[in-house]
């Protein structure tokens, strides 16, 4: 039986139904091997050689396809088609022979499909090929073009910016774009502007509302009408004439579908519609692939299959009518840069399971999967004819014209299934007009003046961040979630509401950038090396010239930052941060004056914590401090040290410092330089801070008495992570801040209780029950633990990933997630401690290291074949 290695054991149970017993279908689990995180693992001086480790929790996987080779020896490499399938296909095949699994006469293949469906899979058998060489040096060159930049530009930042993390090839470029939008925010200014509307009603008294568009004989411009007094003047000119209808014209248009779905564009519509993020959308998006139900996620590419158009056709045709079917099937072509046209799109296997018939539990599936569907279909669905009406009316002399517009939809075509979203939703001209003749009088019936001030614009949503990359050529689709999630799991940015905010840490990560790597920051430069990348995995360009190239002008520019100073750094970061962090006063004063000492200038400072903030010069003897954040007279300073009371002698005051509000009893001294404090927890205004919550939060830790079990004191209190409850050196978080205050002694045991999941401790409860596991019985339960939410069965625990709810968790996606973690296996075996021996010699030591080090080495071999697929590995 051959051997057939997937990447996902849900991807092998499928396919090894389809190729029954004759096969052996194995998972590789991903990616069996990858550069060590360590300095060294691309050596830029011999050939940008790489050296590759095979990670631990691969071993085991590695071993099993090795021993079934064993039994049969022939290999074919079935993994995902596009270029990081390909670069796991080739990892596989290189690792397998450094342990000699394969052998001079062992026949390896690669196989690709694009839908894991029974013809899909039978027919990509009979057409085997080899590992296709360009993709896999693409892959090699984005390996070794991140890493390269990872882990010599990352260093540069910890040592000149404290506090930064680290920096990454096109996660930085995108961080630029969220900064540089949120920097046109707060520079916008706006600017008022009125529009005066009038309902008219027809002689039939059917009424219509029209916008004024001419005043004086003049057609008006947008700030024509700049001020209240300007649309009173312009209403008193409509009140004083009478009107008449001065033309109708209606024109036929038509409106055409939306292509079916690639990666990005998913993307973007599952954020509009559902607020998914990027990375929900591909979760869900990768099961239902692995079940067979659609084609491969990851695609750029707009084409459909023929014989999948043609099903289109025919389900359209049976289930609306053969009006709805186009003469000739419609064809898309990909306007995106870099676009990979031998892809085709995402859509259903079948055409003609809608998502009634859908057999899946998960709600972010099915809502998915409608959406593929209803949008794949509409795609190939005749256009919407509509009618377009524009009305005219006039004034008897001229000098007043308003206008009325409207549609009607004759046929709605492609709109009877599926609409796609905007992004930025105007007053349209959808609205429906009543029957109106030309010639006839319009009678006021009210007139309307609306004050209207120009908008900033908005801030970037997963959704418009991608289709702005994809826009520029940033990136690959198969990462723009990997991108924006990195970005926010580093502290650069905050998502809140669906839209993305950068952080201080942000701003400061790409003003550093911007002045000091501004070439590798850039849009152009980055979409350019994507280009270069394209070309190596088309053939046409050697990937070691691309990677040349870019390191001789990057080691250079690492190098002219060695004697910078931290000093300098935040003198320049100051200077161009300026506009941001010092905008004009109301008062014309000088905005670096600091508002508490008056003497004393402000200017950024950084703290040991990472955390950035303004300061002013005259410290210790002016303590002023506010965030980067906080500008535009929005810093709280007015409530900065305000007396909220006494507490006998000690007075108790507001704060606010450079890591948000706090309260404070008495002051600093040379005695007492840091007298207690108590910040305020998350949701409390500072402008609803009194006396009496001040003492509450400086009263914290609360004691609340004596543990029953063995008298040891248990305590409530705020921590780093939120409130919590304390018994010894176990703590447990409490869901509300306000419980802190109230919590009684049964309670905390109850909470104490739940916490201890290990030892001999009470069992805590589960917090939801989901049922029996379907195939090997026991129930499994979801439960609450130490480093988050996991799913339960018998001793097997699976880690919930960060987006998923515990509430939203399906029984199919818990036995999911419990098979993946019993087939890595248990925790490793301790190894036996050696006997204590007299200490080796440091040389010795040495020496065996190097040796050891030197035996593990693993050095890129050149890979042997070809193929079309795409995907990058940012």
């Given at each position: 039986?051959?051997?057939?290695?997937?990447?996902?054991?849900?991807?092998?149970?499928?396919?090894?139904?389809?190729?029954?017993?004759?096969?052996?279908?194995?998972?590789?689990?991903?990616?069996?091997?990858?550069?060590?995180?360590?300095?060294?693992?691309?050596?830029?001086?011999?050939?940008?050689?790489?050296?590759?480790?095979?990670?631990?929790?691969?071993?085991?996987?590695?071993?099993?396809?090795?021993?079934?080779?064993?039994?049969?020896?022939?290999?074919?490499?079935?993994?995902?088609?596009?270029?990081?399938?390909?670069?796991?296909?080739?990892?596989?095949?290189?690792?397998?022979?450094?342990?000699?699994?394969?052998?001079?006469?062992?026949?390896?293949?690669?196989?690709?499909?694009?839908?894991?469906?029974?013809?899909?899979?039978?027919?990509?058998?009979?057409?085997?090929?080899?590992?296709?060489?360009?993709?896999?040096?693409?892959?090699?060159?984005?390996?070794?073009?991140?890493?390269?930049?990872?882990?010599?530009?990352?260093?540069?930042?910890?040592?000149?910016?404290?506090?930064?993390?680290?920096?990454?090839?096109?996660?930085?470029?995108?961080?630029?774009?969220?900064?540089?939008?949120?920097?046109?925010?707060?520079?916008?200014?706006?600017?008022?502007?009125?529009?005066?509307?009038?309902?008219?009603?027809?002689?039939?008294?059917?009424?219509?509302?029209?916008?004024?568009?001419?005043?004086?004989?003049?057609?008006?411009?947008?700030?024509?009408?700049?001020?209240?007094?300007?649309?009173?003047?312009?209403?008193?000119?409509?009140?004083?004439?009478?009107?008449?209808?001065?033309?109708?014209?209606?024109?036929?248009?038509?409106?055409?579908?939306?292509?079916?779905?690639?990666?990005?564009?998913?993307?973007?519509?599952?954020?509009r519609k559902f607020g998914f993020g990027a990375r929900q959308t591909m979760q869900a998006a990768q099961r239902l692939y692995e079940a067979g139900i659609i084609t491969y996620m990851r695609t750029d590419g707009i084409d459909m299959a023929p014989e999948?158009?043609?099903?289109?056709?025919?389900?359209?045709?049976?289930?609306?009518?053969?009006?709805?079917?186009?003469?000739?099937?419609?064809?898309?072509?990909?306007?995106?840069?870099?676009?990979?046209?031998?892809?085709?799109?995402?859509?259903?296997?079948?055409?003609?399971?809608?998502?009634?018939?859908?057999?899946?539990?998960?709600?972010?599936?099915?809502?998915?999967?409608?959406?593929?569907?209803?949008?794949?279909?509409?795609?190939?669905?005749?256009?919407?004819?509509?009618?377009?009406?524009?009305?005219?009316?006039?004034?008897?002399?001229?000098?007043?014209?308003?206008?009325?517009?409207?549609?009607?939809?004759?046929?709605?075509?492609?709109?009877?299934?599926?609409?796609?979203?905007?992004?930025?939703?105007?007053?349209?001209?959808?609205?429906?007009?009543?029957?109106?003749?030309?010639?006839?009088?319009?009678?006021?019936?009210?007139?309307?003046?609306?004050?209207?001030?120009?908008?900033?614009?908005?801030?970037?949503?997963?959704?418009?961040?991608?289709?702005?990359?994809?826009?520029?050529?940033?990136?690959?689709?198969?990462?723009?979630?990997?991108?924006?999630?990195?970005?926010?799991?580093?502290?650069?940015?905050?998502?809140?509401?669906?839209?993305?905010?950068?952080?201080?840490?942000?701003?400061?990560?790409?003003?550093?950038?911007?002045?000091?790597?501004?070439?590798?920051?850039?849009?152009?430069?980055?979409?350019?090396?994507?280009?270069?990348?394209?070309?190596?995995?088309?053939?046409?360009?050697?990937?070691?010239?691309?990677?040349?190239?870019?390191?001789?002008?990057?080691?250079?520019?690492?190098?002219?930052?060695?004697?910078?100073?931290?000093?300098?750094?935040?003198?320049?970061?100051?200077?161009?941060?300026?506009?941001?962090?010092?905008?004009?006063?109301?008062?014309?004063?000088?905005?670096?004056?600091?508002?508490?000492?008056?003497?004393?200038?402000?200017?950024?400072?950084?703290?040991?914590?990472?955390?950035?903030?303004?300061?002013?010069?005259?410290?210790?003897?002016?303590?002023?401090?506010?965030?980067?954040?906080?500008?535009?007279?929005?810093?709280?300073?007015?409530?900065?040290?305000?007396?909220?009371?006494?507490?006998?002698?000690?007075e108790i005051s507001l704060r606010i410092g450079r890591f948000g509000p706090y309260v404070q009893r008495g002051e600093a001294t040379e005695e007492v330089p840091k007298p207690p404090r108590a910040s305020l927890p998350k949701g409390w205004k500072p402008?609803?801070?009194?006396?009496?919550?001040?003492?509450?939060?400086?009263?914290?830790?609360?004691?609340?008495?004596?543990?029953?079990?063995?008298?040891?004191?248990?305590?409530?209190?705020?921590?780093?992570?939120?409130?919590?409850?304390?018994?010894?050196?176990?703590?447990?978080?409490?869901?509300?801040?306000?419980?802190?205050?109230?919590?009684?002694?049964?309670?905390?045991?109850?909470?104490?209780?739940?916490?201890?999941?290990?030892?001999?401790?009470?069992?805590?409860?589960?917090?939801?029950?989901?049922?029996?596991?379907?195939?090997?019985?026991?129930?499994?339960?979801?439960?609450?633990?130490?480093?988050?939410?996991?799913?339960?069965?018998?001793?097997?625990?699976?880690?919930?990933?960060?987006?998923?709810?515990?509430?939203?968790?399906?029984?199919?996606?818990?036995?999911?997630?419990?098979?993946?973690?019993?087939?890595?296996?248990?925790?490793?075996?301790?190894?036996?401690?050696?006997?204590?021996?007299?200490?080796?010699?440091?040389?010795?030591?040495?020496?065996?290291?190097?040796?050891?080090?030197?035996?593990?080495?693993?050095?890129?071999?050149?890979?042997?074949?070809?193929?079309?697929?795409?995907?990058?590995?940012?």
């Amino acid at each position: 039986m051959p051997v057939v290695v997937v990447e996902s054991p849900a991807k092998a149970k499928t396919i090894n139904k389809y190729l029954g017993s004759d096969y052996t279908v194995l998972a590789s689990y991903g990616h069996v091997r990858d550069l060590p995180p360590k300095d060294g693992s691309v050596d830029p001086e011999h050939g940008f050689e790489m050296t590759w480790e095979v990670a631990s929790d691969s071993k085991k996987h590695v071993k099993a396809i090795a021993d079934a080779l064993k039994e049969d020896n022939a290999l074919i490499l079935a993994t995902d088609p596009d270029r990081e399938g390909e670069a796991i296909s080739w990892h596989l095949e290189e690792t397998l022979r450094a342990r000699r699994a394969i052998k001079k006469d062992t026949p390896v293949s690669r196989v690709v499909f694009n839908a894991i469906t029974k013809s899909a899979v039978t027919e990509a058998m009979k057409n085997p090929r080899t590992v296709d060489e360009p993709l896999v040096h693409a892959y090699l060159a984005r390996r070794a073009l991140d890493y390269l930049v990872g882990f010599n530009l990352s260093p540069v930042l910890w040592r000149k910016l404290p506090g930064a993390k680290s920096a990454g090839r096109v996660q930085s470029v995108c961080l630029r774009l969220i900064v540089e939008r949120e920097m046109e925010i707060e520079a916008f200014r706006a600017r008022e502007y009125w529009t005066v509307t009038a309902v008219l009603e027809t002689p039939r008294g059917q009424s219509y509302e029209a916008r004024l568009v001419t005043l004086g004989g003049q057609k008006l411009d947008k700030f024509d009408l700049a001020t209240a007094t300007d649309a009173e003047l312009a209403v008193k000119a409509i009140e004083s004439r009478d009107f008449t209808v001065a033309s109708v014209e209606a024109k036929p248009a038509t409106r055409n579908p939306a292509p079916p779905f690639m990666t990005s564009t998913l993307q973007q519509e599952a954020s509009r519609k559902f607020g998914f993020g990027a990375r929900q959308t591909m979760q869900a998006a990768q099961r239902l692939y692995e079940a067979g139900i659609i084609t491969y996620m990851r695609t750029d590419g707009i084409d459909m299959a023929p014989e999948a158009v043609m099903a289109a056709r025919d389900a359209i045709k049976d289930r609306y009518g053969a009006d709805y079917v186009p003469k000739s099937p419609r064809m898309y072509k990909n306007k995106a840069k870099n676009a990979q046209e031998a892809h085709e799109c995402i859509r259903p296997t079948e055409m003609t399971r809608d998502p009634s018939k859908l057999k899946v539990t998960d709600d972010d599936q099915r809502k998915l999967y409608d959406l593929i569907w209803k949008r794949t279909i509409a795609s190939q669905m005749e256009a919407a004819r509509l009618e377009r009406t524009t009305v005219e009316v006039e004034s008897a002399d001229h000098q007043v014209a308003l206008r009325a517009t409207g549609q009607v939809v004759m046929f709605d075509g492609f709109l009877k299934v599926y609409e796609e979203g905007r992004d930025d939703v105007e007053d349209g001209d959808d609205k429906r007009l009543p029957q109106i003749t030309q010639g006839e009088p319009a009678r006021k019936d009210k007139i309307t003046p609306e004050q209207h001030f120009t908008q900033p614009p908005p801030r970037y949503t997963e959704a418009t961040l991608v289709k702005r990359m994809e826009e520029l050529g940033i990136g690959r689709p198969s990462t723009y979630a990997s991108i924006v999630t990195t970005i926010q799991d580093r502290g650069y940015v905050l998502k809140d509401k669906n839209r993305l905010i950068p952080e201080d840490k942000g701003r400061l990560v790409t003003a550093f950038l911007s002045n000091y790597f501004s070439r590798y920051v850039g849009y152009e430069f980055t979409a350019n090396l994507e280009d270069e990348l394209d070309d190596v995995s088309a053939g046409a360009r050697d990937y070691h010239e691309v990677l040349d190239r870019f390191w001789k002008d990057f080691s250079a520019a690492i190098a002219e930052t060695a004697d910078l100073r931290i000093s300098e750094v935040l003198e320049k970061i100051d200077e161009v941060l300026a506009p941001h962090l010092y905008p004009p006063r109301e008062d014309g004063s000088d905005p670096r004056i600091c508002p508490k000492c008056g003497a004393g200038r402000l200017n950024l400072k950084t703290a040991r914590s990472g955390g950035a903030f303004i300061g002013c010069t005259n410290y210790p003897d002016c303590r002023y401090t506010r965030s980067l954040s906080a500008v535009n007279g929005d810093d709280g300073s007015e409530l900065d040290g305000k007396v909220l009371g006494h507490d006998g002698e000690d007075e108790i005051s507001l704060r606010i410092g450079r890591f948000g509000p706090y309260v404070q009893r008495g002051e600093a001294t040379e005695e007492v330089p840091k007298p207690p404090r108590a910040s305020l927890p998350k949701g409390w205004k500072p402008e609803e801070i009194d006396l009496d919550k001040a003492l509450m939060l400086l009263s914290l830790p609360r004691e609340i008495g004596p543990h029953p079990e063995d008298g040891e004191t248990v305590e409530a209190g705020i921590g780093r992570y939120g409130p919590f409850v304390k018994h010894g050196k176990k703590y447990a978080n409490l869901p509300d801040v306000e419980e802190v205050f109230t919590i009684g002694m049964n309670r905390a045991v109850e909470v104490l209780a739940q916490k201890k999941t290990r030892g001999g401790g009470t069992a805590a409860k589960p917090l939801r029950q989901l049922g029996e596991h379907p195939e090997k019985g026991g129930a499994i339960d979801v439960m609450a633990g130490r480093y988050g939410p996991y799913v339960k069965w018998e001793k097997v625990n699976a880690t919930l990933p960060k987006d998923v709810e515990p509430g939203d968790v399906t029984l199919e996606q818990a036995v999911e997630l419990i098979d993946a973690k019993a087939a890595k296996g248990g925790k490793t075996k301790a190894k036996a401690a050696p006997a204590k021996t007299a200490k080796a010699p440091k040389a010795a030591g040495k020496t065996a290291k190097k040796a050891t080090a030197k035996t593990a080495k693993a050095k890129t071999a050149k890979p042997t074949a070809r193929t079309k697929s795409t995907k990058a590995a940012e």
